[in-house]
């Protein structure tokens, strides 16, 4: 096999959450650009709509906040194609403030959509993917769930849960050829991080405790998930991609 081949994902079918905006909807399209049949899943239709017009992906519409919304999202991926190869739990939603302000159902939402639907999905695809001795799960996580930030209480519990997800769905799914990893970014200069990160009296000090001196873009997080759903890392497993300019190691 040459290394077009192993770094190569054409034929293959990735169904990809988050995919109205964002980082979501990067990986749409490197994965679409590198030859994979992709089902884009998001909350808006018309988003959705323009991305598939770009692409060719196809597009399911859902809620994955809700138990049901997950189910339905893995019963209509499967109508679509009933071998998916690749899962990436790029959804999140990124609710920040103090621990003393931060509202029950703020932390519930976070949790839900962050933490359980990524193991909902796993759950509901893994079963195929088991029967064809073959998989990858990419899990779109954080530089938060591994370092402390203030004000992210809820959202660095989560991503440090998916973390931990990851690696436990690893030890369960590795013997059945099955790879499970997540990229955990610096801040991304998506619609919600421009959002979060724009003022300068918060985006400065991160920025000047990162050695590389910038923020990441989405196209570098759709690079990496395009490396971890490709053959070249098959021996790569249960592990965390700090894709975050050496923050986390000074």
Known sequence: MGWTDRFSISGKTALVTGASSGIGAEIVRVFTDAGAHVIASGQSHDRLAALAAETGCKMIVADIATTQGCQSLVTDALAFSPKIEILVNSAGVALVGPVLKFAVDDWDRTMAINLRAPFLLAK?????????????????????????????????????GLNALTKSLMTELAPHN????????????????????????????????????????????????????SPASDLVNGALMMIEGGYSSV
């Open 124 to 160: 509901g695809l893994a079963g195929q993917m088991i029967a064809a001795k073959a998989g990858k799960i990419i899990n779109i996580s954080s530089q938060t769930g591994v370092i402390a930030l203030a004000d992210h209480a809820a959202y660095a519990a989560s991503k440090g």
């Open 178 to 229: 099955i790879q499970v990893n997540a990229i955990c970014p610096t801040v991304v200069m998506t619609e919600m991080g421009r959002e979060i990160w724009s003022p300068p009296e918060k985006s400065g000090p991160m920025i000047e405790s990162t050695p590389l001196g910038r923020f990441g873009e989405p196209i570098e997080i759709a690079d990496m998930a395009l490396y971890l759903a």
